[in-house]
């Protein structure tokens, strides 16, 4: 019935808008009552049509000159154009019409707050909240909220939503903004006590409910939260929210099976997206299900191709399987869609290297030190790889490269010292060993984890108990 009424209006504002239209393009003389002049600017409106919703508004004002209406819808419409100024003037003039009217009071107080006139506008909010009846103050109370807001006053955000939820406790966006007031404040105890007498008052209040088991869990009342959850799904089975939130819940209990059980639920209810599969993802891993674990991960990116964490997660997962050469497509499929992730190119890096690539491995670590060139351990990496490719010269410039950029390097020093014992460079290799000695006598032990056959040369062992002696 209802959706036969709303298409029945639609048609019939389409047929008066093109009446409307066709009068003003013919230049016509017709006449439109007070109503039918609603309806048309309502449509424009609706159409985000505000130059034709003006012109309407104005032959409004033309056709009924003593009426409020139209100086208010004039002062809307300017409103959305940002002619504030303007839209002021045309309040002022409605209000000698209607000077009670709340919704001119509400008009005006938004027209201040975005003028910054914070005050003015809660003096206006207050002076109608003397003659508004019960329904007229839950909207002046949300317009008090909505100024505090915007002024950055979020306690008294809080102050003005309870105020409305004493006079309507089901109210959905009071409740809603509850609970992100109370995160920017982190007052849950507040938050917690409030709500428990909302709920005491009107057990069946399923977002208070909801409101009350995130106010436990800011206080860390993790037990407590999640018989407030169970609460909101026993009265509103279908509040899926509840169910997601009871996973997180559960997944930082390490309790993995009762998060994917939440998750699942959540799916079911109707919020088939790709971070709640995402998270079972994470889930089965940490169950070392990595198989399962992969299933989800790709029915979270089969919502999302574009969703590179998943991708890179799913890369991960086939490392940590051991199957390296899978780990790579999914990878480079993680840093086409973001190639200034460090993390990506690192795991892709990696996964290059397990699999012998090692020039792609090399220009994936290029690539991270323009992102960050004071990362030592991407140095570290390149000349690993330098080393294994046989390229000693090319590892040795590497280092000397880095060493400027880092205060404390003796453990580069000592990489350096080995390489150049290999290359048989006594000399520079004595030099190299003394200047890292001098940095840091006791890291040593890493030239041995390179080149064990040091330990059998006299000179080299002479040298280091000189220094680990004194």
């Not at 600017?41 to 209406?69: H, N």
């Not at 002062?75 to 100024?85: F, K, P, S, T, V």
């Not at 279908?238 to 998750?263: P, S, V, W």
């Not at 670590?365 to 330098?386: F, G, H, P, Q, T």
Request: proline share 1%; aromatic share 12%.
């Amino acid at each position: 019935m209802q959706d036969k009424e709303f298409g029945d209006n639609l048609r019939d504002s389409n047929e008066l808008v093109r009446r409307y239209e066709h009068a003003e393009s013919a230049n016509e003389s017709s006449y439109f009552d007070e109503s039918e002049l609603e309806l048309i600017i309502d449509y424009y409106l609706d159409q985000d049509k505000l130059v034709q919703a003006l012109k309407a508004a104005d032959l409004g004002l033309d056709l009924f000159k003593f009426t409020a209406t139209f100086y208010q819808k004039r002062a809307e419409i300017l409103l959305e154009l940002n002619r504030l100024d303007e839209a002021l003037e045309s309040l002022e003039t409605a209000a000698t019409f209607s000077p009670k009217e709340t919704s001119i009071f509400l008009l005006k107080a938004d027209v201040h707050t975005l003028q910054g006139d914070y005050l003015k506008a809660i003096e206006l909010v207050n002076q109608a909240l003397e003659d508004a009846d019960e329904n007229d103050k839950i909207d002046l109370y949300l317009e008090l909220a909505d100024v505090y807001e915007e002024w950055g006053k979020y306690y008294e955000v809080i102050e003005q939503l309870q105020k409305c939820l004493s006079l309507d406790p089901y109210n959905e966006e009071a409740l809603n903004r509850m609970w992100f007031s109370t995160e920017l404040t982190e007052k849950y105890a507040e938050s917690a006590a409030f709500h428990s007498q909302l709920v005491e008052k009107h057990p069946y209040n399923a977002t208070a409910w909801y409101n009350l088991a995130h106010a436990y869990n800011g206080l860390d009342k993790a037990e407590k939260a999640l018989e407030a959850f169970e609460f909101v799904v026993a009265i509103d089975e279908e509040y899926d929210l509840a169910y997601i939130d009871m996973g997180d819940l559960f997944y930082k209990q390490e309790n993995y099976d009762r998060a994917i059980d939440m998750y699942t639920e959540a799916i079911e209810k109707g919020s088939a997206k790709k971070e709640i599969y995402y998270q079972i993802a994470k889930a089965y891993q940490h169950l070392n299900k990595n198989v399962k674990a992969r299933e989800y991960l790709k029915k979270s990116i089969n919502i999302d191709p574009y969703y590179a964490k998943a991708f890179h997660r799913l890369g991960l997962n086939y490392l940590e399987s051991n199957l390296s050469k899978n780990a790579i497509s999914p990878l480079e499929r993680a840093v086409k869609i973001d190639n200034k992730n460090y993390e990506y190119l690192n795991s892709l890096a990696a996964a290059y290297f397990l699999n012998k690539k090692e020039e792609e491995a090399l220009n994936c670590y290029y690539k991270m030190l323009e992102i960050n060139e004071a990362d030592k351990r991407i140095y570290l990496n390149i000349v690993s790889i330098l080393y294994e490719q046989g390229r000693v010269g090319d590892a040795i410039e590497t280092i000397e490269q880095s060493l400027e950029l880092f205060e404390d390097h003796a453990d580069m020093l000592y990489v350096k010292t080995a390489f150049l014992y290999e290359l048989g460079k006594k000399t520079e290799m004595f030099d190299t060993l003394l200047a890292a000695l001098e940095q840091n006598a006791e890291g040593y032990e890493q030239l041995f984890d390179l080149l064990p056959e040091m330990q059998n040369d006299h000179a080299v062992m002479a040298l280091i108990e000189t220094y680990t002696k004194n």
